[in-house]
């Protein structure tokens, strides 16, 4: 004959599981509808890659070395995925913007990626850097999977952590079992015998 008390832990602890597992997936999804959302809105509107050619003209760089911007360039510039951003040197100084490098009297093409962006050592600014804010064209699910496994995992787990330390503090006990609901059975003999002892019979 199945031992009682066992099978009732081994319910509770099949409850537990499927209860962590329908946490675990029940925030991926909120997350990952969250982050779709938000996905969606910082693509909306993205327009055709488009070609932004900066002349470069021979005297430039010591304008740039007295605080002038004569390129007009902003501290923040902003492209989409897929622009090509074109360097026409014609000055007779290397500009670097990052790691890319354009000698004297030299053109270079940059095909830009979100990856690309960032902030950056920039001769073109008489700051000496920029930030290059590169945003994606399209929505594209890659860029939300991990936050939203790793983050749907953490906060389910962190859920059901939660959720188990509530009731341990309400109830006392563990709140899948039954007698832990509704109190231990008592054996009625077991009872009789208590009180005749306590009576001294």
Known sequence: MADPSRTKKHISSQRRLIEAIALIIGSTIVIGGLS???LLLYTQGSR???TRTIL???GSYALIEQGENPLEIPSTWSFLADDTLVLDNRDDVAYTLGNWYVPPNTVRRFE???AYGGFFVCTLHPS???TLDI???DYDFRLIAFPTFGFGLSVGII???GLNVSRALDGGGDPYRRDDLMGSPVDPSAKEQEDSTSMGI
């Open 112 to 114: 830009l990626q979100p």
């Open 56 to 58: 470069i003209p021979e």
């Open 48 to 50: 055709q890659p488009t």
């Open 159 to 161: 859920l059901f952590v």
């Open 128 to 130: 000496g850097a920029i």
């Open 36 to 38: 779709s959302i938000a």
């Open 135 to 137: 945003q994606p064209r």
